[in-house]
């Protein structure tokens, strides 16, 4: 946002905005209310990401007055929620509300705008829980008693086509639960890169004997998509009268298994990486090298046990493996499914090679 198209003040807040904002937020619209400046835009429509979809308010300044704190206007859906900030705030003795960071409106702080819609979020996060937790539904109660001390979830309340409310919960995946960005020094990212379980619980009615299975789907950060197909994961099978606090181990060891740990990664030309890989309780690592000729020439693969070691206590490593599966004519996901196929088989032969008597000798 340039000062040509925004009062500077207001032009301020809203690149702060952008700038520094915690998670994904973008405008959509920008418009003027001025009857005497149409050309100055001061009133625009905030995109903010939230429960893995995002939520949409109109922050409504006066190019006249820029001095002055913005009004908020809450979606068509969202039509209670500023009955519960008043009634939140009157609640806190307003040390939190929103009401108090327009009361203290400071034009000439840049974050101001920032302050306000990360306060306003926390306080929507809060509002959609009390919702969900207003459902008449057993199921829907005992699965939220099980997984509330997990941080990270954000909760909403939605209707279906068929009528019927429907709870959706946003977890975060504990696979790869370290920082990403810190594991490629270098990486361009803004945000911090995350691998998301979405979970939607039908509403069902009380005489169903046997509740709905959730809908569930693994969604990934932006930035972290553009190099690993989220959309090839496979999800292990949800059982009969299983909870979410017994599935979300299941999942975590299935990931693991199907992709390992990536440890280390060369983020200047992207030629290496290593990966912390296990066949049942065999754990290895497996050293990727691609050339300069990829994709016409496959990468080569080198694995590494972790438990194995030589009689000069180094760990015992395999031969280049140049033999795998390959056409550049291949999408990158296929690619990467060959190569995965390719070491499940590999895995088993190398650890029959560490444990042959004469590598220890």
């Not at 409504?60 to 979606?75: L, Q």
């Not at 327009?102 to 306080?123: A, C, F, G, K, V």
């Not at 930035?223 to 197909?229: C, P, Q, R, Y």
């Not at 017994?246 to 390992?260: A, D, I, R, T, V």
Request: proline content about 7%; aromatic content about 10%.
């Amino acid at each position: 946002m340039s000062p040509e198209t925004a009062p500077p003040l207001i032009a301020a807040q809203l690149n702060y905005l952008l700038s520094h904002f915690p998670l994904v937020v973008k405008i959509e619209n920008k418009w003027s209310g001025s009857k005497y400046y149409p050309g100055i835009l001061d009133r625009f429509t905030l995109v903010i990401s939230y429960c893995l979809d995002v939520i949409k308010w109109d922050i409504i300044f006066d190019a006249e007055s820029p001095m002055a704190a913005p009004d908020v206007i809450f979606g068509p859906d969202d039509e209670n929620f500023q009955q519960f900030l008043v009634l939140r705030g009157e609640e806190e003795g307003d040390t939190k509300s929103p009401k108090k960071i327009l009361n203290d409106w400071n034009s000439r702080d840049p974050t101001q705008l920032m302050l306000l819609i990360q306060e306003l979020r926390d306080q929507y996060m809060s509002f959609q829980k009390k919702r969900v937790a207003e459902v008449d539904d057993d199921r829907l109660k005992f699965e939220i008693s099980t997984i509330v001390a997990r941080e990270g979830i954000e909760m909403h309340m939605s209707s279906g086509v068929d009528k019927r409310s429907q709870r959706r919960s946003n977890f975060q995946c504990l696979y790869w639960d370290t920082n990403i960005n810190k594991m490629v020094p270098g990486c361009p990212w803004k945000h911090k890169q995350k691998i998301y379980l979405q979970v939607i619980y039908p509403v069902e009615k009380k005489y169903v004997s046997t509740p709905s299975a959730p809908r569930l789907k693994l969604v990934s950060t932006t930035e972290l998509k553009s190099i690993f197909s989220i959309d090839d994961v496979k999800l292990p099978t949800w059982l009969n009268g299983m909870c979410m606090a017994e599935y979300l181990p299941h999942l975590e060891e299935s990931l693991e298994n199907q992709f390992g740990r990536p440890l280390e990664a060369d983020p200047v030309f992207c030629r290496k990486a290593t990966f912390l890989a296990a066949s049942g309780v065999f754990t290895f690592l497996v050293h990727v090298l691609i050339s300069t000729q990829f994709p016409k020439q496959q990468p080569e693969l080198m694995l590494q046990s972790s438990q194995h070691f030589n009689s000069q206590g180094a760990p015992i490593k395999s031969l280049f493996l140049t033999e795998s599966p390959w056409s550049p004519r291949w999408e990158i996901p296929l690619m990467a499914e060959r190569i995965c196929d390719y070491l499940t088989d590999e895995a088993l032969n190398f650890k029959r090679y560490c444990n042959e008597p004469q590598l220890q000798h």
